[in-house]
């Protein structure tokens, strides 16, 4: 069974890093077209994508954000960790990760975590 | 980057009636491999979203067969052949032909 489990802090104060974890499991990520990727959506808003990690190392970034944002992986612990320095409370959200899976053809995030609310505040 | 439009925006919906959601992309989601990359999403309520339908037309794994997608180049639909009470949600399209990838606005289909 595939999972995506997500860990990361709920408060983070403005100007410091998040960090956000997603462990997963029942794949391999060394597969090729295996990618896996983190959404977010603010608070009764919609989504917005924000990077993706291939499984051959490529990375790709929101343009808007991608002077703030990291994306990796550890092979070894079955996980992708995505990074966002410089924290605004304009970036409350929830943080997805997902999975774009070779069932659809590497094109469509058919797995996904169940979120991480992070609330951005002094 | 790639503009995606959605309509409607809300979208009430009477039990066992057909609803169809409009998407439309600011460039061709047309690859030269003839594959539209173009994806729907459902988000109920208090979920994370999940696949309905990727690559314009094909369902996902589990989607109920009265989920249905069509379309191509800049114009796509989604269409619910006989709307249930648990297809209650905000309806995402989104384009993956090119990062930066890029959601709809949503629509929200409720019940009558």
């Known amino acids: 069974q595939v999972t995506l489990m997500q860990s990361g802090p709920a408060l983070v104060k403005p100007t410091q890093t998040l960090t956000l974890t997603c462990a997963f499991s029942?794949?391999?990520?060394?597969?090729?077209?295996?990618?896996l990727g983190w959404i977010r959506q603010p608070p009764e808003k919609g989504l917005e994508w924000l990077a993706r990690?291939?499984?051959?190392?490529?990375?790709l970034y929101s343009t808007s954000l991608k002077t703030r944002l990291t994306i990796s992986k550890d092979p070894s612990k079955n996980q992708v960790v995505l990074t966002m320095t410089n924290m605004d409370p304009v970036d409350t959200a929830t943080y997805y990760c997902?999975?774009?899976?070779?069932?659809?053809?590497?094109?469509?995030?058919?797995?996904w975590g169940p979120g991480t609310v992070v609330t951005v505040s002094s | 980057d790639i503009v995606m439009t959605q309509s409607p925006l809300s979208l009430p919906v009477t039990p066992g009636e057909p609803a169809s959601i409009s998407c439309r992309s600011s460039?061709?989601?047309?690859?030269?491999?003839?594959?539209?990359?173009l994806d729907w999403y459902l988000q109920k309520p208090g979920q994370p979203p999940q696949l309905l339908i990727y690559?314009?037309?094909n369902r996902a794994s589990g989607v109920p067969d009265r989920f249905s997608g069509s379309g191509s180049g800049t114009d796509f639909s989604l269409r619910i052949s006989r709307v249930e009470a648990e297809d209650v949600g905000v309806y995402y399209c989104?384009?993956?032909?090119?990062?930066?990838?890029?959601f709809g606005q949503g629509t929200n289909l409720e019940i009558k």
């Open positions: 997902a999975r774009m899976g070779i069932e659809s053809a590497g094109t469509a995030f058919d797995i």
């Open positions: 029942g794949f391999s990520f060394t597969t090729p077209g295996m990618r």
């Open positions: 990690i291939d499984w051959d190392g490529d990375k």
């Open positions: 460039q061709s989601l047309l690859h030269s491999n003839r594959l539209n990359y």
């Open positions: 690559l314009g037309s």
């Open positions: 989104m384009q993956a032909l090119q990062t930066p990838y890029s």
